[in-house]
């Protein structure tokens, strides 16, 4: 269970780094922003971690990612909870630095072929703590081992499959910023970000 967890882990790692240098420079945010609250929750070392979302619209479609929901065309990606987990603790067993995750439910609004791994090609995660350079967060390995044979499962037209996500922490002090884009990072539809207190 250990590897699979990891492969899976090292794939999309993979995979998102050959995306991202398909990428071309992100559109301008709009000057409106949203301030929510997702909700708060929990971290396994026992503060709390807020969210506040920042919207931004696009020309390209009505596409949007605020409060903790991405909707496209396609699906609908809702995060239902998210935690801080340190080294050793469960859902970070094999990790040398501490994750946040993220428990999200997926749901296949068009009828094309989704599966819960979609969240890795539509969400990309950054902590801005580098003054010269974007500093995006690295996969790490599944949080929930529930969901260690239903992550790959495709989705049926109007279902709902639950998953969940980690990414590796530089610090436990800056802010996680997701990010959300349909066309791999060329065009952002919108930015969530997540206060680690």
């Known amino acids: 269970m250990k590897k699979s967890s990891m492969l899976l882990a090292?794939?999309?790692?993979?995979?998102?780094?050959?995306?991202?240098?398909?990428?071309?420079?992100?559109?301008?945010?709009s000057s409106s922003s949203n301030v929510a609250s997702p909700g708060t929750s929990e971290s396994a070392t026992g503060g709390a971690a807020?969210?506040?979302?920042?919207?931004?619209?696009?020309?390209?479609s009505e596409a949007s990612f605020k409060d903790g929901v991405l909707t496209t065309e396609d699906v609908r990606i809702e995060i239902t909870r998210h935690k801080v987990i340190p080294v050793g603790k469960k859902g970070n067993e094999y990790g040398n630095k501490p994750v946040i995750a993220f428990w999200y439910k997926t749901t296949n609004v068009s009828g094309k072929k989704v599966d819960p791994m979609q969240f890795l090609f539509g969400i990309t995660a950054y902590q801005d703590n580098d003054p010269n350079a974007e500093n995006k967060l690295n996969v790490g390995s599944l949080p929930d081992e529930r969901f260690l044979d239903s992550q790959m499962e495709t989705i049926k037209k109007g279902g709902t499959v639950e998953n969940a996500v980690s990414y590796e922490l530089?610090?436990?002090?800056?802010?996680?910023?997701?990010?959300?884009?349909?066309?791999?990072?060329?065009?952002?539809?919108?930015?969530?970000?997540?206060?680690?207190?």
Do not use: N, R
Not at 50 to 60: D, G, L, R
Not at 176 to 188: F, H, I, K, N, Q
């Open 10 to 29: 090292f794939v999309a790692s993979s995979f998102a780094l050959v995306l991202s240098g398909c990428g071309g420079a992100a559109s301008e945010e």
């Open 50 to 60: 807020t969210a506040t979302s920042q919207s931004t619209e696009t020309a390209v």
């Open 170 to 197: 530089d610090d436990l002090k800056t802010p996680v910023d997701l990010v959300a884009s349909e066309d791999l990072g060329m065009t952002d539809i919108g930015k969530v970000t997540y206060q680690l207190k």
